[in-house]
Protein backbone atom coordinates (compact mmCIF):
# COMPACT_ATOMS: atom_id res chain seq x y z
CA UNK A 1 0.00 0.00 0.00
CA UNK A 2 1.60 3.26 -0.87
CA UNK A 3 1.95 5.89 1.30
CA UNK A 4 1.43 9.44 1.28
CA UNK A 5 2.99 11.82 3.45
CA UNK A 6 1.47 15.30 3.54
CA UNK A 7 3.59 18.46 5.67
CA UNK A 8 1.72 21.69 6.60
CA UNK A 9 3.41 24.60 7.97
CA UNK A 10 1.00 27.50 8.90
CA UNK A 11 1.43 30.16 5.63
CA UNK A 12 -0.25 32.72 5.27
CA UNK A 13 -4.36 32.52 6.18
CA UNK A 14 -2.84 29.46 7.46
CA UNK A 15 -2.72 27.47 3.58
CA UNK A 16 0.18 25.37 2.76
CA UNK A 17 0.39 24.65 -0.99
CA UNK A 18 1.12 21.36 -1.65
CA UNK A 19 3.20 19.54 -4.41
CA UNK A 20 2.59 15.89 -5.56
CA UNK A 21 4.60 14.05 -8.14
CA UNK A 22 1.24 12.83 -10.02
CA UNK A 23 -1.99 13.08 -9.28
CA UNK A 24 -4.02 10.90 -7.61
CA UNK A 25 -7.96 8.84 -8.49
CA UNK A 26 -10.39 9.30 -6.62
CA UNK A 27 -10.27 6.51 -3.79
CA UNK A 28 -10.37 5.53 -0.31
CA UNK A 29 -7.53 6.88 1.84
CA UNK A 30 -7.08 5.48 5.14
CA UNK A 31 -5.43 8.29 7.83
CA UNK A 32 -2.98 6.10 9.74
CA UNK A 33 -0.41 8.97 11.99
CA UNK A 34 -0.72 12.31 12.64
CA UNK A 35 2.34 14.25 14.03
CA UNK A 36 1.85 17.65 15.61
CA UNK A 37 5.03 19.74 16.03
CA UNK A 38 4.72 22.56 17.88
CA UNK A 39 7.40 25.06 19.35
CA UNK A 40 7.86 27.53 22.46
CA UNK A 41 4.77 27.73 24.94
CA UNK A 42 2.83 25.43 22.54
CA UNK A 43 -0.47 25.90 20.43
CA UNK A 44 -3.11 27.08 23.84
CA UNK A 45 -6.05 25.08 21.93
CA UNK A 46 -7.54 21.49 22.57
CA UNK A 47 -8.03 21.06 18.78
CA UNK A 48 -6.62 22.05 15.29
CA UNK A 49 -9.06 21.69 12.30
CA UNK A 50 -7.66 20.77 9.05
CA UNK A 51 -9.11 21.50 5.30
CA UNK A 52 -8.45 18.92 3.27
CA UNK A 53 -9.75 19.76 -0.15
CA UNK A 54 -9.78 16.24 -1.82
CA UNK A 55 -12.05 15.33 1.09
CA UNK A 56 -15.96 16.58 -0.07
CA UNK A 57 -17.98 18.03 3.19
CA UNK A 58 -20.17 14.90 3.08
CA UNK A 59 -17.14 12.73 3.77
CA UNK A 60 -16.03 14.37 7.71
CA UNK A 61 -18.66 14.77 9.85
CA UNK A 62 -18.09 16.34 13.57
CA UNK A 63 -20.09 17.92 15.57
CA UNK A 64 -17.75 20.62 15.79
CA UNK A 65 -17.34 21.59 11.67
CA UNK A 66 -18.61 20.39 9.06
CA UNK A 67 -15.94 18.47 6.78
CA UNK A 68 -12.57 19.24 8.37
CA UNK A 69 -10.50 16.78 10.10
CA UNK A 70 -10.31 17.59 13.57
CA UNK A 71 -6.83 17.01 15.66
CA UNK A 72 -7.26 16.89 19.03
CA UNK A 73 -3.85 18.46 21.38
CA UNK A 74 -3.08 19.27 24.36
CA UNK A 75 -2.96 22.42 26.07
CA UNK A 76 0.09 24.32 26.06
CA UNK A 77 2.29 21.75 25.73
CA UNK A 78 5.69 21.47 23.48
CA UNK A 79 7.14 19.31 21.27
CA UNK A 80 6.36 16.62 19.74
CA UNK A 81 2.38 14.98 19.52
CA UNK A 82 2.21 12.23 17.68
CA UNK A 83 -1.47 10.22 17.27
CA UNK A 84 -1.83 6.95 15.34
CA UNK A 85 -4.93 5.15 13.83
CA UNK A 86 -4.18 1.30 13.83
CA UNK A 87 -6.44 0.12 11.37
CA UNK A 88 -6.43 4.23 9.58
CA UNK A 89 -9.20 6.48 9.77
CA UNK A 90 -11.16 6.03 5.90
CA UNK A 91 -11.58 9.18 4.40
CA UNK A 92 -13.40 8.60 0.69
CA UNK A 93 -11.21 11.15 -1.66
CA UNK A 94 -12.04 12.88 -4.89
CA UNK A 95 -9.47 13.30 -7.57
CA UNK A 96 -6.18 14.23 -5.67
CA UNK A 97 -4.26 16.99 -8.04
CA UNK A 98 -0.71 17.65 -8.25
CA UNK A 99 -0.75 20.59 -6.93
CA UNK A 100 -3.63 21.94 -4.07
CA UNK A 101 -3.86 23.75 -0.97
CA UNK A 102 -5.04 22.40 2.64
CA UNK A 103 -5.68 25.24 6.00
CA UNK A 104 -4.75 24.89 9.40
CA UNK A 105 -7.05 26.28 11.78
CA UNK A 106 -7.35 27.04 15.23
CA UNK A 107 -9.60 25.98 18.03
CA UNK A 108 -11.88 29.24 17.35
CA UNK A 109 -11.74 28.72 13.54
CA UNK A 110 -8.99 31.34 12.73
CA UNK A 111 -6.69 30.37 10.38
CA UNK A 112 -2.62 29.50 12.11
CA UNK A 113 -0.11 31.93 11.25
CA UNK A 114 3.64 31.09 10.61
CA UNK A 115 4.56 33.57 13.39
CA UNK A 116 2.37 31.38 15.99
CA UNK A 117 3.25 28.17 18.07
CA UNK A 118 2.40 25.71 15.70
CA UNK A 119 5.42 24.52 13.54
CA UNK A 120 3.77 21.91 11.50
CA UNK A 121 1.44 18.78 10.91
CA UNK A 122 2.63 15.77 9.32
CA UNK A 123 -0.95 13.90 7.84
CA UNK A 124 0.44 10.09 6.96
CA UNK A 125 -2.27 8.41 4.13
CA UNK A 126 -2.38 4.92 3.13
CA UNK A 127 -3.91 4.04 -0.16
CA UNK A 128 -4.60 1.51 -2.47
CA UNK A 129 -3.45 2.65 -5.97
CA UNK A 130 -0.71 5.24 -7.13
CA UNK A 131 -2.34 5.63 -11.03
CA UNK A 132 -4.47 8.00 -12.39
CA UNK A 133 -6.79 5.69 -14.38
Given at each position: ??T??????P???GI?????????K??K??????VI????AG??G???F?R????S?????S?H??G??C?????S???M?VH??S?GL???C?????S?????L?NDMTP??S??????????F??E????F
Open positions: MPLHLLLQGQNTKCLLSNPLAQLHLHSVNKQAYASQIVLPFAASQIHNKRFLLPTQITSGENFDPIEDNIPEFECQLQFTNQDLLDVHLYGYTASL
